[in-house]
């Protein structure tokens, strides 16, 4: 797959281990539900009730009244631009960004169609701090930066009521939940550094025990083909004149090689166990499973 513009990091990309790795508490399927869940029971019944049963305003911001229980003219395209904040969040995990700009769309719509629904929009602090935190910042930031800004200039063009304590609050709380996502963004590849530098110094020790066990069984088999020489040439020359000389020392080589086999079946039972995770073969112990080129127990 070709590289995506977002370089900062490829959210497509994320490792699927975070969140939702091995050591996570809550499983995948409630990470993603519970986003979409939360912000539907927090935004979308209020909302429902909000643009249904509250008050009008006219686009120079002055309140048209009317009776508190009429339903209110165009509330159900209010309730819907509530419901796609919820329902894109099922997607935040494989696509963040994408999702980050629909609610940030949806959000700005729902101010600039109902602005007497002063309730937060729930959905797009998840999409914030999920895309932050999966990489795609770029996107996260572009689509608040030109959603709340659009926002601002509809309002002040279409006369639609927005408060200027509202729009601080507003830039303040985006803020505060882009600072958010990257805390939690900084954590995790803090954590992911310091698991990396563990199995780094776990690797090192294991390849330091390697080296360690390869330099004993160059000092077995050194010191052993020593002693087959010495003896090889002691019976080729006592084979004529002495021959039980030359016996004891076939009986010597034939020993020395013994031992030196069974320290080598040791030592690559050792490694091989270690790296298959399979029980060790004990010396002296006959192979548990058919002699084979992977046993560590294969006879002499």
């Known amino acids: 797959m070709p590289p995506h513009w977002d370089t ?3 959210w497509f990309a994320h490792e699927r281990s975070l969140p939702g790795g091995p050591g996570s508490r809550m499983p995948r399927a409630g990470r ?5 869940i939360f912000s539907f029971l927090v ?3 209020a909302t429902v009730l909000l643009a249904r049963y509250g008050r009008d305003f006219g686009h120079a911001g002055h309140d048209l009244g009317g009776e508190l229980g009429a339903p209110r003219p165009g509330w159900f395209l209010a309730v819907a631009l509530a419901l796609i904040g919820p329902i894109a969040l099922l997607g935040a995990r494989r696509f963040p960004g ?7 769309a949806a959000a700005g719509a ?8 002063g309730l937060p929009y729930v959905a797009l602090g998840f999409a914030i701090v999920l895309g932050i935190v999966r990489g795609a910042r770029v996107w996260v930031y572009a689509s608040v930066a030109v959603a709340w800004t659009a926002t601002i200039a509809l309002a002040g063009t279409l006369g639609v009521p927005l408060q200027p304590a509202r729009v601080a609050l507003t830039t303040v709380a985006l803020a505060v939940l ?3 996502g990257e805390t939690v963004r900084t954590r995790r590849e803090q954590m992911r550094e310091l698991r990396r530098r563990a199995d780094a110094r776990r690797q090192s020790a294991e390849q330091r025990e390697r080296v360690r066990i390869a330099r004993e069984l160059h000092d077995v088999l050194a010191h052993s083909l020593s002693l087959i020489n010495v003896q090889a040439g002691v019976g080729l020359h006592l084979i004529d004149s002495q021959p039980a000389k030359a016996a004891e020392a076939l009986a010597n080589i034939k020993l020395t090689s013994k031992n030196a086999l069974d320290e080598v079946r040791t030592v690559l039972g050792i ?4 790296a298959e995770g399979r029980p060790v073969s004990v010396p002296g112990e006959p192979c548990r499973s058919p002699p084979s080129p992977t046993c560590p127990g294969f006879p002499p």
């Open 43 to 45: 935004q979308v019944p």
């Open 98 to 104: 994408p999702v980050a700009a629909v609610c940030a």
């Open 271 to 274: 490694l091989r166990a270690d």
């Open 8 to 10: 900062d990091a490829p």
């Open 178 to 180: 882009c600072a958010i």
């Open 32 to 36: 993603v539900l519970f986003p979409a």
């Open 110 to 117: 729902l101010i600039l169609l109902r602005p007497d629904v």
